[in-house]
């Protein structure tokens, strides 16, 4: 029995131009010659009631009418008998966690230069407050230095009527 898979040909999951670089780790199983025309098999999903959703590996050889076909786990135990290697699962993890770990290095220097941006503008602002500050105060002393001028003319204009 040959599964109907005329509809699922085109509809592949995973299968398109952007994937295209990466096949063997997106689409899962490694796709390898058919062994009785030579012709790369193709991953195709059944839609059939039966078995919905359930993936399979056919040789798209339609010249030969070629009948080689097997579900996911036929095609994985063909495989591993064929001596195709087969990508784990462990060293996509290790991939995917080295991934992770680059990203997250670059993150933490990112987070480390931005507080350092951050503390030296803490430093500006503070310097600028003290400049007011200062400023404020020397503005104070004239005030005040001001202020004893205006009183001790009174004063002196005080004593001068008397
Ligand atoms: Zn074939």
Redesign the pocket.
């Known amino acids: 029995m040959n599964p109907q898979s005329s509809r699922s040909e085109s509809v592949s999951p995973g299968v398109s131009s952007s994937v295209a670089r990466q096949p063997s780790r997106s689409e899962g199983l490694p796709l390898v010659p058919?062994p009785?025309?030579?012709?790369t098999v193709k991953k195709l999903v059944n839609r059939t009631p039966l078995n919905p959703e359930r993936v399979f590996y056919r040789?798209p050889?339609k010249i030969?009418r070629?009948t080689?076909w097997k579900w996911e786990n036929e095609y994985l135990a063909y495989l591993r008998n064929a001596n195709v290697v087969i990508p784990s699962i462990e060293s996509e993890l290790a991939e995917v966690i080295g991934t992770l770990e680059s990203q997250l290095v670059r993150l933490i220097d990112e987070l480390k230069k931005k507080s350092q941006d951050d503390d030296r503008q803490i430093e500006a602002i503070v310097a600028s407050l003290d400049n007011i500050n200062i400023k404020v105060h020397n503005h104070m002393y004239v005030i005040i230095a001001l202020l004893v001028v205006v009183i001790a003319i009174l004063i002196v204009f005080i004593g001068i009527q008397k």
């Open positions: 058919c009785e025309c030579g012709v040789c050889n030969s070629c080689f």
